[in-house]
């Protein structure tokens, strides 16, 4: 055979590194999850790369084709090509022109096979060797294993600046979620407060995973994509190496935080799995009862009822947060807090719980954790005037002043004194023209009155508001 001249060699190896390459999806895997529900997975394969057009086909389970992408920048994604496991009707369309074996059951229970070519699935139409058609199915079919698709497949071209000795890729899904819960223990002015992330997996599944997770309010543009999830799993997490419970490694990236979690997990459908997101960290704290306010927020300030109504005391924490300590330092991404308290017999009880916002550090964390027990709440409206007022100019709707008066009494069963807050705020023109105590404001729109209530006793607060709309 004569030998192959260099422009003929240079030619096959263009053709070999276009020709498609069947990878398991194996290397390692990174997963990025949101308390949504979305998941980036990041994958990096062993698979070389040849300088340009490369096909391969990869078996896995969550892909959503539209979303994926290379995060390599010398190596684009020219296609992809999602397939799902095969099914029956599926294999059945894929033997058209082929003879397969039925298997056909008596009626004495015994069963024998008849073969048949598959002229067409839709509507069914079936050649016997004696040339006869049956217009059903005539048994059920035994498919060869090269007309069955067992997991998804994706057939990718990526086009490579340069070969590579890896490839990586990555795309969106969805199918895991995660939440924060916060446990806090009140003990005097201090508080001991800890706090772990939850990872539960609904369908998604992945072997020794490095694991990141992602806090932050991210914009939905798109909706989630059908994807395919074998089902059929073990609903089972298992541990690899387990996450070391000192605290996950934070950063901010963007206008998100993502947490790294130690070691690396093999996460399945079901078993949620539990990790610290900081050690145990000794803060002060404060309590507040408050008395939320009657005045609406905006519109109109109407007439209220003559006999008093009986208005909730919330319970509002704040855990002090200041820069330069390692609680205050951290941002703590939204989630669940629970405040807990010991009893006479040093037994910790749940006393409150409350969902908490992103909080940036530095910032207080203030939550509304409850309603008192022992401190009630009483308001009444004791006058109420409208007075029509002159427009500010021509041609402009006349105004409206509305003058009304409140009475609040506070009842404490407590055996120890309290203060109270009651807060008014309203947007536009208002003001407090007249109060029993001293008006504190808090800002351009709210008020804030603090009564002090003696143990086992009561108190009251009188004040009138102005509001022009």
């Known amino acids: 055979m004569a030998a192959m001249t260099f422009p003929v060699a240079r030619r096959m190896l263009h053709v070999l590194a276009g020709l498609a390459v069947a990878v398991p999806l194996a290397g390692q895997t990174s997963l990025s999850i949101y308390s949504d529900g979305r998941v980036v997975v990041r994958r990096t394969l062993a698979q070389a790369l040849e300088k340009g057009r490369n096909t391969l086909t990869l ?35 894929r033997a058209a022109g082929q003879t397969l074996a039925f298997v056909r059951r008596r009626e004495d229970g015994r069963s024998d096979t008849v073969r048949a070519t598959v002229v067409r699935a839709s509507p069914p139409q ?40 890896r490839t990586e890729l990555a795309w969106l899904t969805r199918g895991a979620s995660w939440e924060a819960v916060y446990q806090v223990i009140l003990t005097g002015v201090r508080c001991q407060v800890s706090g772990a992330a939850t990872i539960t997996s609904q369908s998604l599944a992945a072997d020794s995973a490095e694991v990141q997770l992602v806090a932050g309010s991210i914009g939905r543009a798109r909706g989630p994509a059908p994807v395919v999830f074998e089902t059929a799993r073990a609903e089972r997490m298992v541990i690899g190496s387990p996450p070391v419970l000192a605290g996950a490694a934070e950063e901010a990236v963007g206008e998100t935080h993502v947490y790294q979690l130690s070691g690396r997990l093999s996460i399945e459908p ?20 408050s008395v939320p306010g ?31 300590t390692p609680f205050g330092d951290r941002p703590l991404p939204g989630g669940t807090l629970q405040l807990y308290q010991a009893d006479s017999a040093g037994r910790v009880q749940l006393v409150g719980e409350a969902r908490s916002d992103h909080t940036a550090p530095g910032r207080d964390l203030r939550v509304q954790s409850g309603e008192a027990f022992d401190v009630t709440a009483e308001r ?40 109270v807050d009651v807060r008014e705020a309203r947007y536009g023109v208002w003001q407090i023209v007249e109060s029993s105590l001293p008006a504190e404001k808090l800002s351009a729109t709210e008020v804030r009155f603090r009564i002090p209530v003696a143990a086992s006793g009561a108190a009251m607060l009188t004040y009138t508001v102005q509001a022009e709309s």
């Open 126 to 165: 079936y050649r016997l060797s004696d040339g006869r058609f049956v217009l059903s199915e005539p048994g059920e079919p035994m498919f060869p294993a090269e007309l069955v698709r067992t997991a998804p497949e994706a057939t990718v071209v990526l086009e490579a600046a340069r070969a590579r000795p």
């Open 294 to 324: 009657a005045l609406p927020w905006r519109g109109f300030l109407g007439q209220s009822a003559a006999e008093p109504n009986r208005v909730p005391v919330q319970v509002w924490y704040t855990l002090k947060r200041p820069r330069g």
């Open 270 to 289: 079901g078993a949620p799995v539990t990790t610290a997101l900081f050690p145990r960290a000794a803060v002060l704290y404060t309590q507040e009862l």
């Open 380 to 419: 009444v409206q004791t006058d109420y005037n409208q007075e029509q007022l002159a427009p500010p100019r021509r041609g402009l709707p006349p105004r409206q002043r509305v003058t009304a008066a409140y009475r609040v009494t506070i009842t404490n069963a407590k055996p120890e004194a309290v203060t």
């Open 59 to 93: 078996r896995v389970e969550d892909l959503d084709p539209a979303t994926l992408f290379s995060p390599d920048t010398g190596v684009a994604l020219l296609s992809a090509i999602a397939r799902t496991p095969t099914d029956r009707d599926g294999a059945l369309r």
